[in-house]
Nanobody, 121 residues
Framework: QVQLVESGGGLVQPGGSLRLSCAASGIIFSINDMGWYRQAPGKQRALVATVSSGGSTNYADSVKGRFTISRDNAKNTVDLEMNSLKPEDTAVYFC???????????????WGQGTQVTVSS
């Protein structure tokens, strides 16, 4: 009933840039926080950045100053602009959204399927 679909991953050289996009669709009543997480091989999924419905943002220390999260509330989308990429940014990137669907009083978190980002020369 709800889908989050990411796009924009790929292979990039160190120092390069990528932009990830995520679109939420379905019977959505409202969306609270949206965010991006990543999971590197052998590691747990970790926060990259979040943005509230009002536009407040939060970043992992490792990406501050390099990544920018933004959202379009009218389109139910969240983007992640990634600059000055490093090999250690290599991971599968997942978007998520804490949202409420029509007919339900409570919100829950939905996840996308993930998109691979590889930073390598």
């Amino acid at each position: 009933q709800v889908q989050l679909v990411e796009s924009g991953g790929g292979l990039v050289q160190p120092g390069g840039s990528l932009r990830l996009s995520c679109a939420a669709s379905g019977i959505i009543f409202s969306i609270n926080d949206m965010g991006w997480y990543r999971q590197a091989p052998g590691k747990q999924r970790a926060l990259v950045a979040t943005v509230s419905s009002g536009g407040s943002t939060n970043y992992a220390d490792s990406v501050k100053g390099r990544f920018t999260i933004s959202r379009d509330n009218a389109k139910n989308t969240v983007d992640l602009e990634m600059n000055s990429l490093k090999p250690e940014d290599t991971a599968v990137y997942f978007c998520n959204a804490d949202l409420r669907t029509w007919g339900y009083d409570n919100s829950r978190v939905y996840w996308g399927q993930g998109t691979q980002v590889t930073v390598s020369s």
